[in-house]
């Protein structure tokens, strides 16, 4: 029996403020521009006006990209170019401010924020602060045995709890969602083709940059992996415990605590979709709360977003991980806030009546 009652999260959250996204073209309409020139800006805006409950909205001066990393047993199949091991290298990387995605961020005024939940190092590789949510070192593989025990996936997923109310107590107002794993885009492709119901080969991508051969094995293994996860498919958690890892079931409990925190999140890559997908099957109104950064060109990605009815924003294919691709999106999203908090209505022209009375 679960700690978390799964149906009394879906019946707490609710969608986003319909009345101020009419507002917010309300607005739109009544300025001094014309009628849909500022494009999918104006779709941007009224979806920060919904999510934020306010007209005009107020601008994104805090946003935090949270990573989440793991590393996970499947690796050990080869399904990677990146050999098992690599993970506590890249998490240091962000770490220490060279990652792709800690230059990005400095780019576009976001902190960075890295959360070990199962990265096979030593207790001690990485601050107390970053590693204080470890569930266990690594997980197992996925295609002839579980990830986690069901009370290692109810822990993480508790932790992902605690840390959306972290942020949104500290008052962060848009999360990027980012994640660090080798092995990950199979754990990813696993759990998006069981609940979308597709075989192996429709969800198999190229995931690190794999080449034909490589392709084949972690084809084979996903097929494997879903004809694990399918009897489990009636419980989120079993199935996280199943074919997922630490990190996936803490990213779908922090999805869904953002959603009832009424903080926004732009999501990354596949493994940010599948946890997406997750969410969603606990809760249908909670995608509302979300914005899809980029595609990376993963083929389990497009499958999951079609499932959920979301539309990326970009297309970029920036497949480097911990939420980079996401951030290319930030400054969409801050010029849409700046747009409809900062252009100013019209000043109304005076009429005969508005005259002053002459002595």
């Known amino acids: 029996m679960t700690t978390f009652d799964l149906d009394e999260i879906s019946a707490r959250l609710a969608r986003p403020d319909d009345e101020y996204r009419l507002a917010a073209e309300e607005r739109f309409a009544a300025l001094d521009v014309p009628r849909g020139s500022l494009g999918e800006l104006q779709?941007?805006?009224?979806?920060?006006?919904?999510?934020?409950?306010?007209?005009?909205?107020?601008?994104?001066?805090?946003?935090k990209v949270l990573v989440f990393a793991a590393d996970h047993g499947i690796a050990s199949l080869g399904v990677s170019v990146l050999p098992p091991g690599t993970t506590e290298r890249r998490v240091r990387s962000v770490l220490d401010g060279t990652a792709p995605v800690s230059v990005l961020a400095r780019q576009f005024g976001a902190q960075v924020r890295v959360v070990d939940m199962g990265v096979d190092a030593a207790e001690d590789a990485f601050p107390a602060e970053v590693s204080r949510h470890r569930v266990r070192r690594g997980s197992g593989r996925i295609d002839v045995a579980n990830a986690l025990t069901r009370e290692e996936a109810e822990r993480a997923f508790?932790?992902?709890?605690?840390?959306?109310?972290?942020?949104?107590?500290?008052?962060?107002?848009?999360?990027?969602?980012?994640?660090?794993?080798?092995?990950?885009?199979?754990?990813?492709?696993?759990?998006?083709?069981?609940?979308?119901?597709?075989?192996?080969?429709?969800?198999?991508g190229r995931g690190s940059g794999i080449d034909d051969r490589i392709w084949m094995v972690k084809c084979a293994a996903i097929r494997d992996s879903l004809r694990r996860a399918r009897p489990v498919l009636a419980d989120q958690l079993d199935l996280l415990a199943a074919v997922g890892g630490a990190d996936f079931a803490a990213m779908a409990g922090f999805l869904l605590q953002c959603a009832l925190r009424r903080l926004p999140v732009l999501l990354d890559g596949v493994v940010s979709a599948a946890c997406a997908l997750v969410a969603q099957r606990i809760a249908f109104r909670a995608p509302e709360w979300w914005r899809a950064g980029q595609l990376t060109g993963e083929p389990a990605q497009a499958k999951a977003y079609e499932r959920m009815g979301v539309t990326s924003l970009q297309d970029q294919h920036v497949a480097a991980g911990a939420g980079a691709g996401a951030l290319m999106s930030l400054p969409l999203l801050k010029a849409a806030a700046a747009l409809l908090a900062e252009l100013p209505l019209p000043t109304p022209t005076p009429t005969p009546d508005d005259k002053p009375a002459e002595d």
């Open 158 to 204: 508790a932790a992902g709890v605690a840390l959306a109310d972290e942020e949104a107590d500290s008052g962060t107002d848009l999360v990027v969602l980012g994640d660090l794993g080798v092995g990950s885009t199979t754990v990813a492709a696993v759990l998006i083709g069981v609940l979308c119901g597709t075989d192996a080969a429709v969800v198999t």
């Open 43 to 63: 779709d941007l805006a009224g979806w920060l006006a919904a999510v934020q409950g306010k007209v005009p909205t107020t601008p994104l001066e805090r946003v």
